[in-house]
Every structure is written in C-alpha cells, then in structure tokens.
C-alpha cells in the first residue's frame, strides 16, 4: 500500500481535506474516522483498475457507497491474507468418516458445530460458541483429522501454522511471527487457525530458557486478543504432551474447550474400516474379525494398514495380471508389518490425563 495510508492527519485537517476534494462537510471526528478508510478505498481502486485513481474519484465513490465499499476492502484484504498464509478448502466427508459415537465428535457437535450453524438459537439462550481449543491425546488419535474436519463441516477456511513457520528466522524471532501470525488472524472470517504440535512453542516457563518464556508469555498475551475479536474463527492447538503445557494456558479464559482424543472402540474402528475398505477392490472380507484385531490400533494406524494393503494388492495384480481383490487373508497378512501405536501404558497415561486436564 502507498504511503498516504499509514500518514497521520489530524481531525480538523481531514474534515478539511474531504470537504475539498468531495464538497461534503463532515465534523472532525467523523472526517478523522473516514479518511483512513478512503484512502484504502483509493487504493482498492487503484488495485482493481491496475492504474493511479485519483483521490477526488475515490472519495466521491466511497461516501456515496460506503457500506458495500468497506465490505470491499475488507473482503479483499482478508483474500490477500488467506493466500499468504497458505488457507485450504476442507471436504465434508472428513467430518463423515469420523464415527457418530466417538466422544470428541460428539463434544465438538454439541458445543461447537451446533452453536455455529444454529446462530438465532445459541443467542437466544445466550450460548457463546467456543473459539479456543485443545486437542491432546497420543501420537495419531486423529486430533489434526478433528481440526480439518471441524473445518469442513462449518464450511470454513482452514491455516495450519507449523511451528516451523514460526521459528523459520531463528528462535529470537519467533514470538515477533507469532504476534504477526495472530494479528492476521483477528481479521479473518470464517477460518479454523491450527497449531500442532502445541508443545514446542507454549511449553512450561518452569524450567524454560529466556526465549522459550518469552514465546510462551506471548502466547498468554495473542489468545485472549484473538477471542476478544467478534470475527468467525476457530483458533484450535493439538499436543501429545498436554502436561509440557504451561499451567497458565490450561486455566479457564485462555482455551474455551480442552478436549481429549483416545483410542477406538469397535463402533468408530469399523466406520474407519468400512471407509477404507470402500476404496479397495475387495472379495471377502470379515470385517468382524478385522475390528477385534485393531483393537490398539489410531486412525493414522489403519490409514498406513491400508495403503501397504492397496500397495500389495496392486503389486498382486500387476505380477499375475489377473484380478486381485482384497480379502481377510490378505489384510491378516499385512497386519504384523504394522504394529499399533497404542499400549497398555500409553492409554493408561492418556485416562489419567483426560481425568486432570479435560474441560468442555
């Protein structure tokens, strides 16, 4: 943008500036309130025309179209931040594919999608939809598939910020992108902001070096900025370690919901199965026998089953150049070259800390 948007003028002299260029008078609080904004506008049309417009143009069209022309502005400069900032498109079936009866479906259904989609209702009984959340849960529950999928549900934009982005000038730099990061963010409508990994970059200042405290005191300082905010947005976190956490993130006002994802049980293993089976070229299959025996297994877990199951099939096929369709035998053959991520102590550590940490 041009210089003349960020000049500081006093209100007397923006008064006096619109009544020059345009013949309407304006009181200087007003004026000083407007300008800005057609200066934007000015450069709005400038942009589109791809030529200079001159200001007595721009102003003359933003007072006589001052509401769509604002709308315009921030419509195209929320455009410019999607781009940069890397924004996806989410597909509903990714909400589908997750079972009806997995708990965290059905927090986030009832505290999350539902207020959102049923706006008229949630503020007649006063409801404030969450905008801050954690996920936690061991290594391939399925909490980055809860974030896109909430995404795609809603409808929504969704930005995953990896920590890596943050740190991408050195660790000095990191609370500086951080407070850029989120500064975009506060304007955004109708995104999911993702971070996983959360750990890394908001762990405990306990025991912290300067710079680890700083990036989490900055932390303390974005969220409840980001809330304040009357904007659509979903600003949600996943970590395998909710106990590295600071204690200050964890307190109620910081993160609206803080919700456990675990294993699971053999009503949400077979909807995962079904879809996966859905894509192969199948005989036979017990899909029975294949629950009971993915019993510790993630959904990231049978995703990497599946695709060593859709390789070997097309190998099968490629080598005897006969019809191969996958059967029990053939997922029962595949299965111990992908042992399950979960064990007895890892769900064990996870009931306790979905006991001492959980909130929704």
Excluded at 43 to 72: H, P, T, Y
Excluded at 136 to 146: A, C, I
Excluded at 268 to 285: A, C, D, F, P, W
């Amino acid at each position: 943008m041009t210089e003349e948007l960020t000049e500081t003028v006093s209100p007397e002299l923006c008064a006096s500036k619109i009544f020059e260029i345009s013949g309407t008078k304006f009181d200087p609080d007003p004026a000083a309130d407007l300008w800005p904004k057609i200066l934007q506008h000015k450069w709005l049309m400038s942009e589109k025309l791809r030529r200079d417009v001159g200001l007595r143009v721009a102003c003359i069209d933003f007072l006589e179209n001052m509401e769509q022309a604002r709308e315009e502005y921030l419509a195209y400069a929320q455009r410019n931040i999607f781009n940069e900032m890397g924004a996806q498109t989410i597909s509903k079936e990714l909400w589908d594919i997750i079972s009806d009866s997995q708990p965290p479906k059905q927090v986030v259904q009832r505290k999350i999608i539902l207020p959102l989609t049923k706006q008229d209702l949630s503020k007649k009984h006063g409801v404030v939809p969450p905008k801050t959340i954690i996920f936690f849960g061991p290594p391939g529950t399925g909490k980055t598939h809860f974030a896109k999928a909430i995404a795609g549900a809603l409808s929504w934009w969704f930005i995953e910020i990896a920590p890596s982005i943050l740190m991408i000038d050195g660790t000095e730099k990191v609370g500086a992108n951080l407070r850029l990061i989120m500064e975009k963010s506060r304007n955004l409508e109708e995104a999911v902001i993702f971070i996983d990994e959360f750990e890394e970059i908001a762990g405990s200042r306990d025991e912290a070096d300067r710079v680890d405290k700083s990036i989490t005191n900055e932390f303390l300082k974005q969220v409840p900025l980001l809330k304040s905010q009357g904007n659509k947005i979903l600003f949600i976190c996943a970590t395998n370690y909710i106990r590295q956490l600071d204690a200050a993130l964890l307190r109620p006002g910081r993160f609206d919901c803080i919700i456990p994802v675990g294993g699971l049980n053999e009503d949400e293993r077979s909807t995962i199965l079904q879809y996966y089976l859905s894509k192969l070229n199948t005989g036979k299959v017990d899909l029975d026998r294949i629950i009971k025996i993915t019993s510790r297994f993630t959904p990231a877990d049978m995703e990497y089953l599946f695709q060593q199951v859709a390789q070997f099939s097309f190998e099968q096929e490629f080598v005897t150049k006969q019809d191969y369709r996958v059967t029990t035998d053939t997922i029962l053959k595949i299965i111990p070259k992908t042992p399950p991520s979960l064990t007895d102590e890892v769900i064990g550590e996870f009931e306790k800390d979905s006991i001492a940490y959980s909130r929704f």
